[in-house]
């Protein structure tokens, strides 16, 4: 095949910008998590939102899910991209006024215009709930507004919690002394990996109650009659387990995957040159 | 029997085994939904603006349902073959369900019957396809009969891109014995996926300046848009909203170099980096029209758009290439084993098991296995460990059209060069 000279030189320029093309993209995730992901809930997939902090990983499920409504991460410090759960809160096991928080509630999910708030509202004939979700430097906030006094059961949830206020086992659900500080330590089974976590209440419960799973617990329940409260949570990572791999590393490596394939590809490009120009005819099948 | 038919019969039999046991549940279900509700007489579009509306009200952000967002056209094909299966199985519903995220109903035993009858469009389709390439070359007609890919989305997940494949088929074969009317109203039909749009200005530029042919047409064509000037008449927002503003903004993602989007999880940020994509696909079209438009023999020129627009493009699902895989074999230069990328993401991306839910359904043993499966298949896409073969793949795709978009464009040079020789030979005599 003979190629003009014309022609070949607008193929490598089409080539080079392909190329080149494909590895500047490649950094976008990269760009996005550094400049723009920092320190603002982004909204995604069918309506879930997102807040990464410098220490804290929050996750708010779409309407069409009841989990991690929200689900608390914390970043160890010495392995920022994990992301370890700490603390989950359940629409599909909490119920205010005995309707449940999923199914029994139209949601509507917005953020403040400054984005540093998300406010879950829950709307049912005459009752309307805000879950209002903020974050601290140190901490996490959650705080429950509703238009009048209700009663509210919300379940806490994390697999597993080794001690909560310092009791580590118990073979039946067990209510605990009423207090306005949950502490508790934890294992990450996934990962592996040890810490503690700090609920901290603004109003007194009518009841908290623990619940065994394994060896440890894997739920608070917390119940409580008000017009308002606010959990704030916060944790750290003793240990961190086995700090391998993180979803959050995917965008230091997607620039490498892209340099790869296209490194191949030219490598790949230039035999086959080779070949046709040794052997015309294959050229043309 | 004449080898031609027996190839053509060969490949109708490996489809309607294959056709009633599988299916992709979202895509497969939206031609259910939608046959029924044009069936009853009712506006394709309006059910999913309204799931659009009602997903922007929940969470705020400007998504839309993935529903019937294609040209109205295409539900016609489909719906005989629906209202033969009401009258075997009766009105009651079949398939409940089954948009992303959820998972389908499904009501056994006309299920089965439901997911034939509806596959049965696209496998004549293909069936067609076979039977066209046929007389051309039995091998390329073997290629595309049995090649897994194309089965795999025909048969197995349901997709309907093989009806497009045979209409553009369809309007190279016409534009080229000159039957200018048909060959408008076959690309019309091509365009009830609107990928196929882009071939627009090359028909109107290579025919610009020959009146009548032109104008044949694009009659041709303009009959395929009377449905289109109905929605737009009677429900003007909705259709507009569904078919141009979803189609036209798009996250960009794929088989193709754009998938890392997927791990950006900030749908404004997604859809702003969106418009880059589009505004190239635009710029190239344009200049492969320019260009090469007249330059190449009328089979390269077709397939350097459709290439360039897969190269460029913002979205190119695992199906698109099916559309482009005849004109492939039938193009000297092209490699038509560019489908073994697109068939390998097919399985990074969606898990193997999700394609036999109609098998898997009708037993609570396997029903079971299938979340069991499912609970490891979406421990690997959380932590991420798929992701980095779905990019990996998907850029390898776009370098491969790449690598068959440059070899169309030296046609040009091929045949130059065989006319430069044919000259210097009569001189020499």
């Given at each position: ?27 976008v ?87 540093k ?20 430097s ?47 330590t ?13 609920i901290?209440?603004s ?74 120009k040794?052997?015309p ?5 | ?26 895509d ?6 939608s ?18 509306l ?49 998972l ?69 074969l ?34 610009w ?74 710029i ?11 330059r ?10 459709m ?22 074999l ?6 038509a ?9 097919i ?36 932590v ?35 006319t ?10």
């Amino acid at each position: 095949m003979q190629w003009s000279r014309d022609s070949r030189l607008r193929m490598k320029i089409l080539t080079i910008f392909f190329i080149v093309y494909v590895v500047l993209l490649s950094f976008v995730p990269l760009i996005h998590q550094v400049y723009v992901a920092q320190s603002s809930w982004l909204g995604y997939g069918t309506g879930a939102y997102a807040y990464q902090s410098p220490s804290y990983f929050v996750l708010f499920n779409d309407p069409y899910d009841g989990s991690s409504k929200p689900n608390i991460h914390v970043n160890p410090s010495m392995a920022p991209n994990e992301r370890i759960s700490i603390l989950e809160f359940s629409d599909w096991t909490s119920y205010v006024d005995g309707y449940n928080l999923f199914n029994d509630f139209n949601v509507t999910i917005r953020t403040s215009s400054d984005g540093k708030t998300l406010d879950a509202t829950y709307t049912r004939p005459q009752l309307t709930l805000h879950k209002l979700i903020e974050l601290t430097s140190d901490a996490v906030q959650v705080k429950m507004i509703a238009n009048k006094e209700v009663n509210v059961h919300v379940e806490l949830w994390k697999w597993i919690m080794t001690s909560v206020n310092t009791i580590t086992t118990t073979s039946k659900p067990t209510m605990i002394p009423i207090t306005t500080s949950i502490n508790f330590t934890f294992n990450d089974q996934s990962l592996n990996a040890t810490g503690l976590g700090e609920i901290t209440l603004s109003r007194t419960p009518t009841q908290i109650e623990i619940w065994p799973f394994e060896n440890g617990f894997n739920r608070v329940t917390v119940d409580f009659i008000n017009s308002e409260m606010t959990f704030t949570v916060s944790g750290s990572i003793t240990q961190p387990g086995q700090v391998s791999w993180s979803y959050a590393d995917l965008p230091y490596v997607l620039p490498v995957i892209a340099i790869v394939v296209v490194t191949s590809y030219l490598l790949l490009a230039k035999r086959h040159g080779q070949e046709n120009k040794d052997h015309p005819s294959r050229s043309h099948r | 029997m004449d080898r031609r038919i027996k190839i053509t019969l060969a490949a109708l039999i490996v489809r309607l085994a294959i056709a009633p046991f599988f299916m992709h549940s979202g895509d497969l279900g939206t031609i259910y939904e939608s046959s029924a509700i044009a069936l009853n007489g009712g506006n394709l579009y309006s059910f999913v603006y309204q799931q659009t509306l009602q997903m922007r009200y929940a969470s705020g952000l400007p998504l839309f349902f993935e529903g019937y967002a294609y040209h109205p056209l295409l539900i016609y094909f489909f719906v005989p073959f629906y209202w033969l299966y009401t009258a075997i199985a009766g009105p009651g519903l079949v398939i409940i369900g089954g948009h992303f995220p959820n998972l389908p109903v499904l009501v056994y035993p006309y299920a089965f019957l439901a997911i034939f009858m509806l596959k049965i469009p696209i496998i004549l389709a293909d069936v067609a396809v076979v039977y066209l390439l046929s007389g051309f070359d039995v091998k390329k007609a073997e290629f595309y009969a049995f090649c897994p890919y194309v089965i795999f989305i025909s048969v197995v997940w349901g997709m309907f891109d093989a009806i497009v494949a045979i209409f553009l088929l369809i309007t190279y074969l016409t534009l080229q014995k000159k039957s200018y009317a048909l060959s408008g109203f076959a690309y019309g039909l091509s365009t009830m996926k609107l990928y196929t749009i882009v071939l627009l200005p090359l028909f109107i530029f290579r025919l610009w300046k020959q009146w009548k042919a032109l104008g044949e047409f694009l009659l041709g064509f303009s009959v395929t848009l009377l449905p289109v000037a109905y929605y737009m008449i009677v429900s003007p927002v909705v259709f507009w909203n569904v078919l141009v503003g979803f189609q036209g903004s798009r996250v960009m993602g794929g088989v193709n170099l754009y998938n890392f989007v997927w791990i950006v999880p900030d749908v404004q940020f997604d859809l702003q980096i969106s418009r880059l994509p589009t505004i190239l696909l635009l710029i190239s079209v344009l200049a492969i029209v320019l260009l090469y438009g007249r330059r190449l023999p009328l089979l390269e020129s077709i397939l350097s758009v459709m290439l360039v627009s897969f190269v460029f493009g913002a979205v190119l699902n695992e199906q698109f290439l099916v559309s482009i895989l005849p004109l492939m074999l039938l193009c000297k230069r092209c490699d038509a084993r560019i489908w073994i990328a697109p068939f390998i993401f097919i399985f990074l991306r969606s898990a193997f098991y999700y394609f036999a839910i109609p098998i898997l359904w009708t037993s609570p043993y396997f029903y079971d296995l299938y979340f069991q499966a499912d609970t490891v298949w979406k421990y690997a896409q959380t932590v991420g460990y798929l992701m980095i073969p779905i990019y990996a793949v998907g850029i390898a795709f776009s370098l491969l059209l790449l690598w068959n978009l440059i070899q169309v464009l030296t046609t040009v040079d091929a045949a130059g060069a065989r006319t430069l020789s044919r000259i210097m030979r009569i001189r020499r005599k």
